[in-house]
T-cell receptor
Framework: ETGVTQTPRHLVMGMTNKKSLKCEQHLGHNAMYWYKQSAKKPLELMFVYNFKEQTENNSVPSRFSPECPNSSHLFLHLHTLQPEDSALYLC??????????????FGPGTRLTVL | GQNIDQPTEMTATEGAIVQINCTYQTSGFNGLFWYQQHAGEAPTFLSYNVLDGLEEKGRFSSFLSRSKGYSYLLLKELQMKDSASYLCAAADSNYQLIWGAGTKLIIKP
């Protein structure tokens, strides 16, 4: 138990569906992240929020839409996804951004399958 | 461009020592992280190095050479539970982590 929870743990959706992934951290951290993890590939950073403000958007397609209502909660809204978007989506948080404060605590992930 | 290289897979014997290497090229450098990820689980933090040298933490040690863009993770007295993927990540000038694809470590009895 890392103090970061994600729901749902598994999600199967069609290409025309709309769904949302939820992440919550109980660590009092200020920064939160969304990553995509595909088999045998490096973790891909998608979005970074620091004090609820988005600081990074690494050229992620607009079919992925993040929302950060407060420092403890992070959502990833999904719509009209493609089969190649099937992957493990990991949420992480860190105390801050910088130096050792970059130590990130990960949630268990949502295994997404797009049919 | 920014890049992290580490071996795809390594095999070692229970009770032995294994060294997992990582080389990095980043725009600026603000430290090197190692994470462990068991199959089907989230990555968990192992170590952070920002200065040259060896940091020891129990059976695990991590080394950094900034001039060579090189790090290694040393695992001693290997146990079966150490079978996992080990991820190397370097923080760039914006403190964004650049990740390697991970090294899958297989421990044999």
């Amino acid at each position: 138990e890392t103090g970061v929870t994600q729901t749902p743990r598994h999600l199967v959706m069609g290409m025309t569906n709309k769904k949302s992934l939820k992440c919550e951290q109980h660590l009092g951290h200020n920064a939160m992240y969304w990553y995509k993890q595909s088999a045998k590939k490096p973790l891909e950073l998608m979005f970074v929020y620091n004090f609820k403000e988005q600081t990074e958007n690494n050229s992620v397609p607009s079919r992925f839409s993040p929302e950060c209502p407060n420092s403890s909660h992070l959502f990833l809204h999904l719509h009209t996804l493609q089969p190649e978007d099937s992957a493990l989506y990991l949420c992480a948080s860190s105390q801050d951004i910088g130096g050792a404060y970059n130590e990130q605590f990960f949630g268990p992930g949502t295994r997404l399958t797009v049919l | 461009g920014q890049n992290i290289d580490q071996p795809t897979e390594m095999t070692a014997t229970e009770g032995a020592i294994v060294q997992i290497n990582c080389t990095y090229q980043t725009s600026g450098f603000n430290g090197l992280f190692w994470y462990q990820q068991h199959a089907g689980e989230a990555p968990t933090f192992l170590s952070y190095n920002v200065l040259d040298g060896l940091e020891e933490k129990g059976r695990f040690s991590s080394f950094l050479s900034r001039s060579k863009g090189y790090s290694y993770l040393l695992l001693k007295e290997l146990q079966m539970k150490d079978s996992a993927s080990y991820l190397c990540a370097a923080a760039d000038s914006n403190y964004q982590l650049i990740w390697g694809a991970g090294t899958k470590l297989i421990i044999k009895p």
